[in-house]
């Protein structure tokens, strides 16, 4: 079936450690998104990509980075500079004016 | 893109109909309205979407007002599984810019034996 593949489910992440989120579709979609979800609100975006080497900066880039090697993939590095990296990640892919295709997320914790 | 106001919450009896409103005062004449879901730990799954016309398929109904400013969506027969935060979200349709698309906090439906 196609959709969009988050791993890890979860994942746990010590302090001055960074660590990488995959997200993998099969959806030939050329836009992937990252968002940031925190307990009872909505999501919030940290970046997207509407095409392959290239990405923006959403509202909450700042301790995280990305990269758009292939088309169905786009990994999320949270770095050891987001101070506040405990959140639900969701990975999302979309093309044109269809409605986004969403993961099922990976929860991350600090150890 | 146009900010839409939702309830926090509402509950529903098992088998009956759930009609979640949405207030979109603001939006454009090119924006779409469109139905998420999210289920406790999932990602958010697409319901429906309308410009002006109703819309219906097999989940869910969409009734917009007449002067766009509101709308509703409608679960006809309400089951446990549609237990959900539900987002109300308008959007113009045919860009790539999904970037741009702001989930608020919605509403958390909880459908009760």
């Known amino acids: 079936d196609g959709g969009i593949t988050q791993s890890p489910k979860y994942l746990f992440r010590k302090e001055g450690q960074n660590v990488t989120l995959s997200c993998e579709q099969n959806l030939n979609h050329d836009a992937m998104y990252w968002y940031r979800q925190d307990p009872g609100q909505g999501l919030r975006l940290i970046y997207y990509s509407q095409i392959v080497n290239d990405f923006q900066k959403g509202d909450i880039a700042e301790g995280y980075s990305v990269s758009r090697e292939k088309k169905e993939s786009f990994p999320l590095t949270v770095t050891s500079a987001q101070k506040n990296p405990t959140a639900f990640y969701l990975c999302?892919?979309?093309?044109?004016?269809?409605?986004?295709?969403f993961g099922d997320g990976t929860r991350l914790s600090i150890l | 893109d146009a900010k839409t106001t939702q309830p926090p919450s509402m509950d529903c009896a098992e088998g009956r109909a759930a009609n979640l409103p949405c207030n979109h005062s603001t939006i454009s004449g090119n924006e779409y309205v469109y139905w998420y879901r999210q289920i406790h730990s999932q990602g958010p799954q697409y319901i429906i979407h309308?410009?002006?016309n109703n819309e219906t398929n097999e989940m869910a109904s969409l009734i917009i007002t007449e002067d766009r400013k509101s709308s509703t969506l409608i679960l006809p027969h309400a089951t446990l599984r549609d237990t959900a935060v539900y987002y109300c979200i308008v959007r113009v349709a045919g860009t790539d810019s999904w970037g741009k698309l702001q989930f608020g906090a919605g509403t958390q439906v909880v459908v009760t034996p």
């Open positions: 999302a892919s979309g093309q044109g004016g269809q409605p986004q295709h």
């Open positions: 309308g410009l002006k």
